[in-house]
């Protein structure tokens, strides 16, 4: 092994980054875009949702029901319709996402204590919005009751505190105000930090397409000196990004890293040596920058998405996803990100997951290692 | 004289196509080889095979004695080769190409410097040593590659068409390298598709569909021409050529600008048949005469031979 060649192929590689600032500028900076876009993206918070009423009752008490479940920014009365064909035709334009329609006598059943009959169309093709405002009227309308009843209840000289016979106090802890970006944006920290890893999946085709593998193959240097000398300038674009990134989530999103930053980095920088390592893999069996990018996204980012429980719980995956989500390393480090910004916990949780990445990152390189020769075809 | 290049029944394959087909060649220490034959006749593989960056199908090579089948690695510090497409960094410049390859081939850093100024006024770069290699001019371009490939002084220069798509006078400072180092004692294998340059060769090896048809001195090679070559400066060469190319005993017929060359059986005999014509059908001539073969003549003449 020797140095010099490394150094050689290192210096070459960081020159070609340098000297081309569009290139440059997308090594450095596509993990900060990318965590900014979809940060955005994934936790925009439903409000302002159209809806329409049919009021077939027209009584003060549909009125103030009415009023109570479009009080707040969550729904807008976006109509008060006369027919069920206003409603169906403004749903059909995608002009309201609901409509809620109160039966005929519907005080005078509130009043005698039976089944209060209340009807809610959603539009399922958005489904998201659709759910949003039932679970809000449904909660509303619930309230409405509760307050109803015990004000009957009241009046008849029976005073009770609550209607609900469960006393649920739910305590959240480590992200007390459940803000679904406080546990998406260091899950998403382990997706944008692959990014290096389809630059170093391309550099090698880059060098096939351009006919320079040609020149370099005829040369001395052995298959582990080319490619660590290669990996070595994305590790140090990896490390920049992991120093940057905590930084942007903690001035621009506000979220708290309870746990030690430099164990962050020193973990951090396993997981990408590891994750270079399966951007390396691609790399080599790819002839074209074409297919290397085709390929990175099918196995650094598409499973990234979908499998290393960063939008949905491992726990609920079939066994053979969990197993395989296993041997990707952005799996153990959306866990590792988590863990240290959310309840900021030490080594002594997370250990398994730093030899996990390591032994992962050991195996990809060996393996590229082993399938990468020194020939043309 | 040892063989420094020694094939026997070399072949490759590739998925649908058998490249090179049974090569056996033995080149010795000092010569000057030229591999030609038409384009897709295998020179490009074969080069590739002993510069160690293609796997053998069947058959042996070894180059300085080292199997190519083991031990291709071997090779490497020895051989320099140039691809025949460009194949430098483009974004680094001149200077840095040659410093990366110095160290790839592990030249010691105290020779670094004189060595590098040495190859720079060789290949006539000094003053573009700062210049990026995509910014130099073809013929540049070469004589770059071609420094590289020189760096730590190889035995063995493999050269892929290092001429083609180069000016001239680019092409005739190029070959005056390869003399020089040829002069020097590196066996130096070259493909080309110019037959002026197979003609600079210590020997020539024609490819034809992947075997090695004829390999022999350009002067033997030029002998085996059968028949003559007859050249004519006619006035309306067109008419000329159309009138002459097919009366009796004339095999080939090639114009060179607007001179006629004519492949006879014999020149003796039909010199004097072609005046006749000419004149019969008043074609003015300014000149005609039996003129030296040359490889040009030789290889079209060996290629139509072995299409038919």
């Known amino acids: ?51 329409a009423v049919l009021d077939f009752d027209r009584s003060q008490t549909s009125q103030a029901f009415i009023q109570q479940i479009t009080a707040g920014q969550d729904l807008d009365i976006y109509a008060y319709a006369t027919s069920m064909d206003e409603i169906n035709a403004m749903l059909m334009r995608g002009q309201i996402k609901a409509a809620v329609i109160i039966a005929p006598g519907f005080a005078r059943d509130l009043q005698a204590l039976k089944g209060i009959p209340l009807q809610v169309i959603i539009d399922g093709t958005e489904p998201e919005s659709g759910n949003f405002a039932v679970e809000h009227i449904v909660q509303r309308a619930e309230e409405f009751i509760d307050d109803a009843l015990t004000k009957q209840l009241r009046a008849q ?21 459940l803000k679904p970006r406080n546990a998406l944006i260091p899950g998403l920290i382990s997706m944008v930090l692959g990014f290096p890893a389809l630059s170093v999946a391309l550099t090698l085709a880059h ?36 120093i940057i990134i905590p930084l942007l989530s903690i001035a621009w999103f506000h979220i708290s890293l309870n746990g030690s930053f430099l ?92 030899v996990m990445m390591l032994g992962l990152g050991v195996v990809f390189m060996a393996l590229a290692a082993l399938f990468f020769r020194k020939k043309l075809a | 004289m040892p063989a420094i290049i020694e094939t026997k029944n070399l072949i490759r394959d590739f998925k649908k196509t058998r490249a090179v087909d049974g090569l056996t060649l033995s080149i010795e220490s000092g010569e000057l080889f030229g591999l030609v034959g038409p384009d897709g006749a295998g020179k490009t593989t074969t080069l590739r095979l002993l510069a160690g960056l293609l796997d053998i199908s069947e058959g042996d090579a070894a180059v300085l004695g080292f199997d190519l089948k083991e031990k291709a690695e071997s090779i490497k510090p020895h051989i320099g080769y140039m691809a025949q497409q460009f194949s430098l960094y483009s974004e680094l410049s001149v200077m840095e190409n040659l410093q990366f390859f110095a160290e790839l081939f592990d030249v010691e850093s105290k020779d670094m410097a004189e060595r590098t100024e040495r190859l720079l006024t060789f290949a006539g770069l000094t003053e573009f040593k700062k210049r990026r290699a995509m910014n130099l001019s073809g013929g540049m371009q070469k004589k770059l590659a071609l420094a590289c490939t020189l760096i730590h002084e190889p035995q063995i220069l493999l050269l892929d068409e290092p001429t083609t798509g180069v000016d001239p006078i680019s092409r005739r400072e190029f070959w005056n390298i390869l003399t020089e ?71 080939e017929a090639q114009t060179y600008g607007e001179s006629i060359h004519l492949l006879v059986d014999s020149g003796e005999r039909r010199l004097p048949e072609i005046e006749r014509v000419l004149k019969k059908e008043n074609l003015a001539y300014r000149s005609i005469r039996i003129a030296p073969a040359r490889m040009e003549e030789a290889f079209i003449s060996l290629i139509r031979k072995l299409e038919a």
């Open chain 1, 1 to 51: 092994m020797s140095l010099r060649h490394i150094w050689a192929v290192t210096r070459k590689e960081v020159n070609h980054i340098v000297r081309d600032r569009s290139t440059l500028i997308l090594v450095l900076f596509t993990p900060t875009l990318v965590l900014l876009l979809m940060a955005y993206a994934l936790t925009v918070d439903l409000k302002n949702i159209p809806v």
């Open chain 1, 157 to 177: 000289g029976i005073v009770i505190e609550s209607l609900q016979p469960l006393d649920l106090r739910v305590q959240t802890w480590y992200n007390p105000d």
């Open chain 1, 207 to 242: 060098e096939r397409e351009h006919g320079t593998l040609e020149q370099l193959l005829a040369t001395p240097i052995t298959r582990a000196e080319l490619l660590l000398g290669k990996i070595v300038p994305y590790i140090i674009v990896g490390l920049f990004n992991v």
């Open chain 1, 263 to 354: 164990l962050f980095f020193g973990l951090s920088a396993i997981f990408m040596f590891s994750v270079l390592g399966m951007g390396m893999i691609v790399g080599v069996f790819m002839r074209t920058q074409a297919a290397a990018l085709a390929l990175s996204f099918l196995v650094l980012f598409f499973p990234g998405f979908f499998m290393t429980g960063i939008f949905f719980p491992l726990a609920s995956m079939p066994e053979e996803a969990r197993l395989e989500a296993m041997f990707l390393p952005g799996t153990h480090y959306a866990l590792v990100t988590r863990g240290i910004f959310l309840p900021g916990v030490g080594m002594d949780v997370l250990w398994p997951y730093a």
């Open chain 2, 181 to 251: 180092l040829h002069l020097r004692g590196t066996t130096i294998i070259v493909s080309t598709p110019y037959m002026d340059e197979a003609d600079r060769c210590s020997r020539v090896g024609l490819m034809y569909a992947g075997k090695l048809v004829e390999c022999d001195t350009p002067k033997n090679i030029r002998e085996k021409l059968e028949g003559d070559v007859i050249e004519i400066q006619a006035g309306d060469w067109q008419k000329a050529l159309e009138t002459v190319s097919a009366l009796g005993g004339v095999r």
